[in-house]
């Protein structure tokens, strides 16, 4: 958003604790049987909702970080923490809004919306927490690079 021009913020809505079951794809980060610490926030664009932005963090990471999670991007936040990143695997699709949705992003109800799902992993392998963040489709565009990893055999 900055290289747009564009001041980005985060309006926090609240922390519950949920169960992985809450969400499928939250079994990479833990097992069925645990509970993760789920943030909510409103993504803002020069102070206007543009997105809602779901942070599961497991217990431990919530912990280590709950006295800083407020109105901060959750991506410098790790690296501010030590907790480092090798890769994040990226899940992006389409959906509507509902009925909530448009309301809290100030769009009409079925109205084009892009949902983007992250896990950031550790060189290990293992998914240090999930996010997802759903965006409205006309305020957003998504650029994303990757290096190919793949080295030359020689002959």
């Known amino acids: 958003m900055r290289a747009a021009g564009i001041e980005p913020g985060l309006h926090d809505l609240g922390v519950t604790v949920v169960p ?5 794809f ?5 097992p069925a049987s645990a509970r993760v610490y789920r943030l909510e926030r409103m993504l803002l664009a ?4 543009v997105g809602l932005d779901t942070i599961w963090l497991p217990r431990a990471l919530a912990d280590k ?3 800083h999670l407020q109105g901060q991007f959750i991506i410098p936040l790790l ?9 994040t695997k990226y899940q ?25 799902r992250f896990f950031p992993t550790d060189v290990d392998g293992r998914v240090i927490l999930a996010g997802r963040n759903v965006t409205r489709a006309d305020r957003f565009t998504y650029e994303l690079e990757g290096r ?7 002959a």
């Open 20 to 24: 992985t079951t809450d969400e499928p």
């Open 26 to 30: 939250l079994s990479a980060m833990a």
């Open 46 to 49: 020069d102070g206007k909702a």
């Open 79 to 87: 690296e501010k923490f030590g907790i480092l990143i090798d890769h």
């Open 92 to 116: 992006i699709e389409a959906t509507t809004a509902t009925e909530a949705q448009a309301t809290m992003l100030d769009v009409l109800t079925g109205s084009p919306l892009l949902v983007i």
């Open 148 to 154: 190919n990893t793949a080295r030359a055999l020689s």
């Open 65 to 67: 970080l709950k006295n």
